[in-house]
């Protein structure tokens, strides 16, 4: 309980600071859009593995999440997997909350990650291949600081990964805006947890102006949001169908999403 409390006065305290502030991807946000309720820009976070198998990067978030940290995994430029979490004020608040952890033996040796450190290494988002099998778009992230196309490249990385987002411990429906919400995490912009709450948040885009990044809605209505993807191009989205399935790439026109389709929503 004391370091689920730890972790709860640090991400406040976080927050409030990166909504005064102006560090990190201020330039990436749209005038105005960093005071919206519910989005911030995220602050220090610590990385920890280098994980062969993504079962075990899975593993670590699983615990994590139940000690009440909201972990996330993703696959690195090498192919390795890493476990993300935390949105801390300073390095020196992320490395407390890290000594902490390693008391607990939950981590062993980790990385603090800068706000200002991009996830993506100079370069590699022209260099996305993903397998044919995939179906993923060969697209070029488009050049001069666009984070909406740097996060549909860090989406696409995702692609063939058997997604759960914090194991048994979630509800289900979590893992498709878990999945979006751990994309923009490693962006450098803190959206809202659930489908519904993104929604509510964010420029409304229309579906014949979408950009690469923005985020896509299905469901019955707008007050009955049950699924989000993030656009990647050419009217395709990468998302996290169900519990435990491989992330992957559809295109809105395919029948089930079109007749489900509600609207689009831009963060950067």
């Not at 995994?73 to 390795?80: H, I, L, Q, S, T």
């Not at 390693?102 to 450190?117: D, G, R, W």
């Amino acid at each position: 309980m004391a370091l689920m409390r730890f972790f709860r006065i640090q991400l406040i305290a976080a927050v409030v600071v990166l909504l005064l502030a102006t560090p990190g991807c201020a330039t990436s946000l749209k005038k105005g859009q960093s005071g919206q309720q519910g989005i911030s820009r995220i602050g220090f976070t610590i990385q920890v593995g280098a994980f062969r198998e993504v079962k075990n990067a899975e593993r670590l978030a699983a615990r994590l999440q139940e000690k009440g940290v909201e972990a996330f995994y993703f696959r690195k430029e090498d192919g390795v997997y890493a476990v993300r979490f935390g949105d801390f004020r300073t390095r020196n608040a992320a490395r407390q909350a890290a000594a902490k952890l390693q008391q607990e033996k939950l981590l062993t040796s980790y990385f603090i990650a800068s706000p200002t450190e991009p996830v993506l290494k100079k370069g590699y988002p022209a260099e996305v291949r993903k397998p044919a099998e995939h179906g993923t778009v060969k697209r070029h992230a488009s050049a001069g600081g666009d984070m909406g196309g740097i996060a549909a490249r860090t989406a696409e990385r995702f692609v063939g990964i058997p997604y759960r987002w914090g194991g048994d411990t979630v509800v289900e429906g979590m893992d498709c805006s878990g999945f979006v919400r751990a994309v923009y995490n490693l962006c450098g912009i803190n959206i809202p947890r659930t489908s519904r709450e993104q929604y509510r948040v964010g420029e409304i885009v229309g579906i014949d102006d979408l950009k690469d990044g923005d985020l896509v809605f299905f469901g019955e209505s707008e007050d009955r949001i049950n699924h989000v993807g993030i656009y990647i191009g050419d009217r395709k989205f990468v998302h996290a169908p169900r519990r435990g399935d491989e992330i992957k790439v559809s295109a809105l026109d395919e029948a089930y999403f079109s007749k489900r389709f509600i609207g689009a929503k831009r963060y950067f």
